[in-house]
């Protein structure tokens, strides 16, 4: 094949940036997309060292200044030019968006985003506080194995001479990545396992690998029987396999990243091999127009699409369900080809044609035909979009409101009936007993003369609420609705915190209790188990749903529903479902509740109360419509 250009592969990468940017629409819809950028790397790794072996066989050499200048060319340009948009954007539209933008622009621009999150302790699955480039991590690894990489072909080609053997070294560097992978990934982070670039090399060495294969003397592996005979039912399972992953992995499984990658990877091996060796339907299905347009400007689309969603969900601030949610994505996607056609037509193409030179060159020209008043207009303007971006960056908040509402709400003036705390902040039981007259609730089932009593709606100095940050974000609103409730909320909780606070109080626990975990870690029920056996059957119990971009989010709230089902002193209060399709009730990280958004999430928690109540007397309770303050 003498042509520069492989055929297929424009399909493939459409293929891969469609399933990045549905699962950032919104995860629950393609839990598995995020591996879209798996199959980029494999892509990349194949086309970067079939270039330097094609130099190489060409030239005897590889000229790697010339090399990193045309990566820069195709790179560059089109990053600046959403850096720079899309934070002046977020000024206007969005200021929490700007926290940290300065470590995110510099990372951006020097390509080690990556790391300087790792450092940051950012998690990409799990983040509550929104980044405008969170996605640029990928463009790091790739950025950084580009600079390497050329290294290890010179080496690889002068030290091992025999051909067969030269894939031998990327897979074995692959396995070794892959390797340790899964020995660093963590299940409550996988920041340092996902991001790391020495932890994260196995798609682009397996596409290394196969570009070694490719380039051996007239292929002719790809013109034996076996191969002829495995080509058919190999692409059609690695097709079956990629669309698999997309489906059934999920960020929050250990098995994804042990597993699902390597899988996703050897997968589009597979693909890439099938697309490029014949002509196949498959690859006539690649190439139609549409799949080869996305393709031909994955790039954009993929520097785009994130911050178009956090800016359209700034701008239209809007809970997932219902069609005008639906509207919202869809109009994400518009802006995002409309904005990746612009840039790959107007900046990059140019660019990667003339060189960065060439291009100042022609502005230069254009700008010497203009008239001296349009001349200083254009001067002018110019001059103030640098202050003004520099203003930006230099003015950016450096905590979102979010952060600054928990703040607050941590520190504010605890309720008389608040128990006291240690100076690490834990409950200190002994001295909770000082201030309760509470009797100990039985431990047995009540009787059914007993449900009138056990089952009365609680008042506010009759329930305790344990959580993480959705409770601390929620404190003024639950003391409005429950006067005299004794609140244990603090951030980065899990359901394991929340069982060691229960078991530490323990018969100290009032006769209502609200549980509000998993904004981070998700649900583990053995310890919602464990809880509901040490409050024991007599204790009207709320288990609040969980509300976010995580893909984990439908499958949780699933498990807390059975769970609710199990137990007749146990009700769901449904914080995901109140959501559905609302607009203003969330802060900008689309996870705590707003000022307003804290009143739905108490008025749910009293819905939940009430429908026990219901559910045990017959007794509807009368709950009264109160103002927001």
Request: charged residues 15%; contains cysteine; glycine residues 8%.
């Amino acid at each position: 094949m003498t042509s520069d250009r492989l055929p297929g592969l424009d399909g493939l990468r459409a293929l891969a940036v469609g399933a990045v940017l549905v699962f950032h629409l919104r995860a629950t819809w393609l839990p598995g997309g995020f591996l879209g950028v798996d199959v980029f790397f494999v892509i990349s790794g194949f086309l970067i060292t079939t270039l330097l072996l094609r130099e190489r066989a060409r030239t005897g050499r590889l000229d790697l200044p010339r090399f990193w200048r045309r990566r820069a060319r195709r790179l560059v340009p089109a990053l600046v030019l959403v850096v720079v948009t899309s934070t002046v954007l977020a000024r206007f539209l969005e200021p929490d968006l700007l926290v940290g933008i300065g470590r995110q622009t510099l990372g951006a621009l020097t390509f080690t985003t990556n790391w300087l999150e790792i450092s940051a302790g950012t998690d990409y699955f799990h983040a509550t506080s929104p980044q405008l480039f969170m996605t640029f991590w990928s463009l790091a690894v790739e950025e950084q194995f580009y600079l390497l990489w050329p290294f290890a072909v010179v080496a690889i080609v002068t030290l091992i001479h025999r051909r067969r053997r030269r894939p031998l070294i990327p897979v074995a560097i692959g396995v070794a990545s892959a390797a340790a992978m899964a020995i660093l990934v963590d299940p409550s982070s996988v920041t340092r396992a996902y991001y790391g670039t020495d932890t994260h090399l196995i798609g682009l060495m397996i596409g290394a690998a196969l570009a070694f294969a490719w380039a051996a003397p007239h292929r002719a592996w790809t013109r034996t029987g076996a191969w002829q005979h495995l080509r058919r039912p190999l692409t059609a399972w690695a097709l079956v396999v990629l669309l698999a992953v997309f489906v059934t992995a999920r960020d929050d499984l250990v098995l994804t990243f042990h597993l699902g990658i390597p899988l996703a990877s050897l997968a589009t091996a597979v693909l890439v091999l099938a697309l490029i060796s014949a002509p196949t339907r498959l690859r006539d299905l690649a190439e139609t127009v549409p799949l080869r347009w996305i393709g031909e400007r994955s790039y954009g689309i993929y520097l785009w699409h994130w911050p178009v969603v956090l800016l359209v969900g700034a701008a239209w601030p809007i809970a997932p369900g219902g069609a005008a949610y639906v509207i919202s994505r869809l109009l994400c996607v518009a802006l995002t080809l409309v904005l990746a056609g612009a840039s790959y037509r107007w900046v990059e193409q140019p660019v990667r044609r003339l060189g960065f030179r060439a291009c100042i060159l022609t502005a230069r020209h254009r700008l010497e035909g203009l008239t001296p008043r349009a001349l200083r207009l254009v001067t002018a303007t110019g001059v103030v979009a640098t202050f003004a971006y520099a203003a930006v960056l230099a003015s950016a908040p450096t905590t979102t409101a979010t952060q600054a509402e928990l703040t607050a709400n941590t520190s504010s003036a605890p309720d008389t009936t608040s128990e006291p705390t240690s100076a690490t902040g834990e409950v200190n039981v002994q001295e909770v007993a000082t201030t309760t007259t509470s009797p100990a609730i039985p431990r047995t089932p009540p009787g059914p003369a007993e449900l009138a009593t056990v089952f009365a709606m609680p008042s506010g100095d009759e329930i305790d609420a344990y959580g993480d940050s959705m409770l601390v974000g929620s404190l003024p609103a639950m003391r409005y609705y429950f006067p005299g409730v004794r609140q244990d909320g603090k951030s980065n909780r899990h359901w394991s915190d929340g069982l060691a606070a229960v078991t530490k109080r323990g018969d100290l626990n009032r006769r209502a209790v609200v549980l509000a975990f998993g904004t981070n870690a998700g649900v583990d029920r053995p310890a919602i188990e464990q809880i509901l056996a040490d409050l024991g059957p007599r204790r009207m119990v709320v288990l609040v749903t969980e509300h976010g971009g995580f893909s984990r989010v439908e499958s949780d709230n699933a498990t807390l529903r059975e769970i609710a089902a199990t137990h007749p002193n146990v009700a769901l209060a449904d914080w995901d479902a109140a959501l559905q399709g609302t607009t203003g009730q969330l802060q900008s990280d689309g996870i705590h509740p707003s000022r307003i958004g804290q009143h739905l999430f108490a008025k749910t928690i009293r819905t939940a109360l009430a429908e026990l109540t219901t559910r045990h007397t017959g007794v509807t309770p009368t709950l009264p419509e109160l103002p927001i303050p």
